[in-house]
């Protein structure tokens, strides 16, 4: 052991680590981060949103969307292995989340989704999708609908890092180039904290901390877990949508954090689904847009159209 530290709470540091460590820290946790990167690892640049007083100022705050509807369509779509809980509370508190990540970091709003913006609000800016819509455009008419919720960030990455800087101000503690190792258990088997080792480094670090966040993303990154859990994505050759690494170009997202989880006695889920993600920007000229998003056809090589222009991102 290089050293020995009491902690409340660890977390990994990412899109969910973050407002868990700001969360936790602004509780009265004693809060130590562990990243494995030299920096922020902060994927994304949207969410889908419902509810709340952010989403009201587009006329989308609470109850704007029926609750049973949205929640069941989302359990149908998963075939029904989806949490229902889960879902629901998504539905309920998501709107207020939205709001609370927002706090610490001056964003300007846009009043439409293309609306021009300041130069002022150029660095950090939010934005709604789909508003305003067509009054003649019914989307719960759709075979799949793409509800009205999402909004997008100019900048994901600057809101994480302003997030970041309120839970260090509320006393949590960060370093990086340290990842989580092994969970350490008590005699009853109870998580007790966590062993941590810097890059570079032969020692460990032993944080005893009374609980232990796992934001340690996905395992993509991980040939082995992928054959076992998503065996069609190897099959099929599907390349990694990833871009968090540490200091030496290792992918980030190997499924340390399912594996500590295992080894402490954790279930591992059944139904593991693979993202078939083809949204993002450059398919429309100006950048925005992708398949099934811009008015016009979709051609192959042959000249032959190949898909259903009207399908939604999902």
Not at 264 to 272: I, M
Request: glycine share 12%; aromatic share 10%; net charge negative.
């Amino acid at each position: 052991m290089a050293e020995s530290i009491d902690a409340d709470v660890v977390v990994g540091l990412g899109c969910a680590g973050v407002p868990a460590a700001r969360a936790a820290a602004e509780a009265g946790a004693k809060v130590v981060c562990l990243e494995t990167s030299s920096k922020l690892n902060s994927a994304a640049s949207d969410m889908a949103i419902f509810g709340g007083q952010t989403q009201a100022q587009w006329g989308r705050g609470d109850g704007f969307l029926d609750k049973k509807m949205v929640v069941n369509m989302h359990m149908e779509e998963c075939s029904h292995h989806a949490n229902y809980g889960i879902i629901s509370r998504y539905y309920d508190e998501s709107g207020a989340a939205l709001d609370w990540f927002l706090e610490p970091s001056d964003v300007y709003i846009a009043e439409e989704s293309y609306a021009e913006i300041p130069e002022e609000g150029q660095k950090n800016y939010l934005y709604p999708y789909m508003y305003p819509m067509p009054e003649t455009y019914d989307y719960t008419q759709e075979d799949l609908p793409c509800y009205p919720t999402s909004v997008g960030f100019s900048s994901l990455a600057t809101v994480m890092a302003d997030n970041l800087q309120a839970a260090v101000d509320a006393g949590a503690e960060v370093r990086y180039k340290t990842k989580g190792v092994e969970l350490i258990q008590d005699e009853s088997g109870a998580i007790a904290g966590i062993y941590a080792q810097e890059t570079g480094s032969e020692k460990y670090i032993r944080i005893n901390a009374k609980s232990v966040v796992l934001a340690t993303g996905d395992y993509l990154g991980n040939e082995d877990m992928m054959k076992f859990y998503a065996p069609e994505r190897i099959e099929n050759g599907i390349q990694i949508l990833s871009i968090d690494t540490d200091d030496e170009g290792n992918y980030t997202n190997v499924g340390e954090g399912h594996k500590m989880g295992a080894w402490a006695g954790a279930a591992v889920e059944q139904w593991h689904a693979p993202m078939i993600h083809h949204m993002g920007g450059g398919a429309g000229a100006d950048g925005r847009g992708v398949i099934g998003n811009n008015g016009y056809l979709w051609l192959n090589l042959r000249g032959e159209r190949f898909m259903n222009e009207d399908l939604s991102g999902q």
